[in-house]
């Protein structure tokens, strides 16, 4: 059974970096069949696809993102990390972290249960 | 402002048959046959109940079909039950660098 684990701070201070890891179990960041994902929902909106990451450590960042944004992973810990510099009230959301597959499985499969970070003073 | 479009909220009385639309680019829906659909339930994570236009994951009803035609895909839940009370998101894959958009979700009502 595939699980994904987030963790973090769920208090980030204007203008510093918000961090946050996936723990993956049940499958293998290592893999060449799948992204691993980062999605976020701001309070009562829509979901947001943030970025993911591929097996060979290739990126793909929301274009609104990408100047801020940095996502990695850590194969012999089999979880992948998000941070985001210089954050405001705009980043406070719930972030999910997500599988998305390559062709033809292109869709989120499984999703971590999400955890709320505000961005406050 | 989200890519795709969707309307806000569909309601229908037990029983009864819903669809939502979703609307797009050739860029996104158009482009692609990589249309997906999750249901959230409040303070829940999405749930993938199709994937590529109109496939159903193992466990889901099949009472939950998909389509598309051109730039707009389509979920259609027949014999609406009270437990389909709950926001719905397409998404697609994109060619552009934003590599995955989602509509704004269209809070399902059962009367």
């Known amino acids: 059974q595939v699980q994904l684990q987030e963790s973090g701070p769920g208090v980030v201070t204007p203008s510093q970096t918000l961090s946050l890891t996936c723990t993956v179990s049940g499958a293998s960041i290592s893999s060449g069949d799948y992204y691993w994902s980062w999605v976020r929902q701001h309070p009562g909106k829509g979901l947001e696809w943030v970025g993911y990451i591929f097996h060979t450590g290739t990126t793909y960042y929301n274009p609104s993102l990408k100047s801020r944004l940095t996502i990695s992973m850590d194969t012999s810990e089999n979880h992948f990390s998000l941070k985001l510099t210089s954050v405001t009230a705009a980043d406070t959301a719930v972030y999910f972290c997500?599988?998305?597959?390559?062709?033809?499985?292109?869709?989120?499969?499984?999703w971590g249960q999400g955890t709320l970070v505000t961005v406050s003073s | 402002q989200s890519a795709l479009t969707q309307p806000a909220s569909v309601s229908g009385s037990p029983g009864q048959s819903i669809t939502i639309s979703c609307t797009g680019t050739r860029s996104d829906i158009g482009g692609y046959n990589y249309v997906s659909w999750y249901q959230q339930h409040p303070g829940k994570a999405p749930k993938v109940i199709i994937y590529?236009?109109?496939n159903r994951p193992s466990g889901v009803p099949d009472r939950f079909s998909g389509s598309k035609s051109g730039n707009t895909a389509s979920l259609t839940i027949s014999g609406l039950q009270a437990e389909d009370e709950a926001e719905y998101y397409c998404s697609s894959y994109t060619g552009t660098s934003t590599r995955v958009v989602f509509g704004g979700g269209t809070k399902v009502t059962v009367l």
């Open positions: 997500a599988r998305f597959g390559v062709p033809p499985r292109r869709h989120f499969d499984y």
């Open positions: 590529e236009v109109t």
